[in-house]
């Protein structure tokens, strides 16, 4: 994809809205059979003998997008291939991606046990996942501007990617600088937008084709984590060896678990 600025290179596609739409609107899973259909959508894409008669309080109260995911078996889902991530993130619509079924209620139950645990997923994920936590329950501070100094980032694994193609590894920058958005429209500043892009351009384009990355941020309705400044980075079949490099050797919670 070309960035806008751009139109004469390739370079990394780039997605940054916060644009109202339905996100329950668009049919994002196929039909599934009869059988499951009859099914309550908590007690699909688990053995029988893990059923229950009510639903397990993790999944009350899910939106309807949520829903028809949880409704669907596994084995009728359809991963998202690369040129529908690209089309995803050219267009806007960031909220057409989606979990593998079970991987959603997994995430869904997860997320229900950390905020018991530490109270909250932001506590838990500046202690535990960025080791940002110096003890003494201070906010997040960062040592310079955005992108001045490498301590002020961390690269990691996203714990629960979204269903894509499983040669495209979904990667999460996390800054300890907040990504100046514009009051007036909700996007990125013209500023910000051409810092993000310059420090993926040097971090992740030295080593993957430009045309096998994508980046965008999510709306702030749809950040799981909205009290640390984040970008979502996505590479198709990129070196496994750099990507073990540029996240320091991470491992995903979803394969820990």
Same mark, same amino acid.
């Given at each position: 994809?070309?960035?806008?600025?751009?139109?004469?290179?390739?370079?990394? /596609?780039?997605? #940054? =809205?916060?644009?109202?739409?339905?996100?329950?609107?668009?049919?994002?899973?196929?039909?599934?059979s009869?059988? @499951?259909?009859?099914?309550?959508?908590?007690?699909? #894409?688990?053995?029988?003998?893990?059923?229950? /008669? &009510?639903?397990?309080?993790?999944?009350?109260?899910?939106?309807?997008?949520?829903?028809?995911?949880?409704? !669907?078996? $596994?084995?009728?889902? @359809?991963?998202?291939?690369?040129?529908?991530?690209?089309?995803?993130?050219? @267009?806007?619509?960031?909220?057409?991606?989606?979990?593998?079924?079970?991987? *959603?209620?997994?995430?869904?139950?997860?997320? /229900?046990?950390?905020?018991?645990?530490? +109270?909250?997923?932001?506590?838990?994920?500046?202690?535990?996942?960025? +080791?940002?936590?110096?003890?003494?329950?201070?906010?997040?501070?960062?040592? +310079?501007?955005? %992108? &001045?100094?490498?301590?002020d980032?961390?690269?990691?694994? #996203?714990?629960?990617?979204?269903?894509?193609?499983?040669?495209?590894?979904?990667?999460?920058?996390?800054?300890? %600088?907040?990504?100046?958005?514009?009051? /007036? !429209?909700?996007? *990125?500043?013209?500023?910000?937008?051409?810092?993000?892009?310059?420090?993926?351009? $040097?971090?992740?384009? =030295?080593?993957?084709?430009?045309?096998?990355?994508?980046?965008?941020?999510?709306w702030?309705s749809?950040?799981?984590?909205?009290?640390?400044?984040?970008?979502?980075?996505?590479?198709?079949?990129?070196?496994?060896?750099?990507v073990?490099?540029?996240?320091?050797? $991470?491992?995903?919670l979803?394969?820990?678990?």
């Open positions: 994809m070309l960035h806008h600025g751009s139109p004469s290179r390739p370079t990394i /596609a780039t997605f #940054n =809205t916060l644009t109202e739409v339905d996100a329950d609107s668009v049919p994002i899973f196929r039909e599934h009869r059988t @499951t259909e009859s099914l309550p959508y908590w007690l699909v #894409n688990i053995p029988r003998s893990q059923w229950t /008669a &009510e639903c397990p309080s993790f999944l009350r109260d899910q939106s309807p997008k949520n829903v028809r995911g949880l409704s !669907t078996p $596994d084995h009728h889902y @359809t991963r998202q291939d690369w040129e529908l991530v690209k089309e995803i993130v050219r @267009t806007n619509r960031i909220d057409r991606f989606q979990r593998v079924p079970s991987e *959603l209620r997994k995430y869904l139950e997860y997320m /229900a046990h950390i905020k018991a645990e530490y +109270g909250s997923v932001l506590r838990f994920m500046v202690k535990e996942r960025l +080791g940002w936590d110096d003890g003494n329950g201070k906010a997040v501070k960062p040592r +310079g501007g955005p %992108f &001045e100094f490498e301590d980032i961390k690269i990691i694994y #996203n714990d629960w990617p979204y269903g894509v193609d499983k040669d495209i590894i979904h990667l999460v920058v996390w800054t300890k %600088f907040e990504l100046e958005d514009d009051p /007036a !429209t909700g996007y *990125l500043t013209t500023g910000a937008q051409a810092a993000i892009e310059s420090y993926v351009q $040097d971090t992740f384009c =030295t080593r993957v084709p430009p045309e096998q990355v994508v980046w965008f941020k999510n702030k749809l950040k799981s984590v909205p009290g640390v400044e984040h970008f979502h980075v996505m590479l198709h079949r990129p070196d496994m060896e750099f073990g490099e540029i996240t320091r050797g $991470d491992v995903p979803i394969e820990r678990l």
